[in-house]
């Protein structure tokens, strides 16, 4: 293996970590763990994170596509890594790029009423996210 194809496994390896890690964190730690602490008042602070959690996504995401295409091109991933690993993380970068641009500028139209209706989408489109982005870290290491 040249140092180009260590190089490219290193990002995309990395990107899919810390994509997941910092999806675990924030929905199993930092938010719980605000509302715990601040009640009513952790909304404002969980709906100032929210954007930013999803550009740190959109950045990874762009990250780990780009060197899954190079990888894949390269021969670098097995078969089905090469066949997989682009379209899961795909779909990811989708659901995270509908849910900053279309999701939380609808939960914060809504307000209090109908925060559940879009909270509940974006709990389902974090879980969809999670497991494309487990798989693809996966599949990498097959």
Do not use: C
């Amino acid at each position: 293996m040249t140092l180009l194809e260590t190089g490219l496994l290193l990002v995309l390896n990395a990107t899919l970590g810390m994509w997941l890690g910092a999806m675990i964190f924030f929905s199993f730690i930092g938010a719980p763990t605000t509302f715990d602490v601040l009640g009513d008042g952790a909304g404002q602070v969980v709906n100032a994170i929210f954007p930013k959690y999803y550009q740190f996504g959109e950045l990874l995401g762009f990250t780990a596509v780009t060197a899954a295409i190079i990888a894949g091109a390269r021969d670098v991933l097995n078969s089905i890594a090469a066949l997989a690993v682009g379209p899961l993380v795909l779909v990811a970068l989708a659901a995270t790029i509908y849910a900053r641009a279309k999701l939380i500028p609808k939960m914060e139209e809504a307000g209090d009423d109908g925060f559940a209706k879009y909270h509940k989408q974006s709990v389902i489109l974090n879980g969809i996210t999670m497991l494309a982005v487990a798989s693809a870290l996966v599949l990498t290491h097959l």
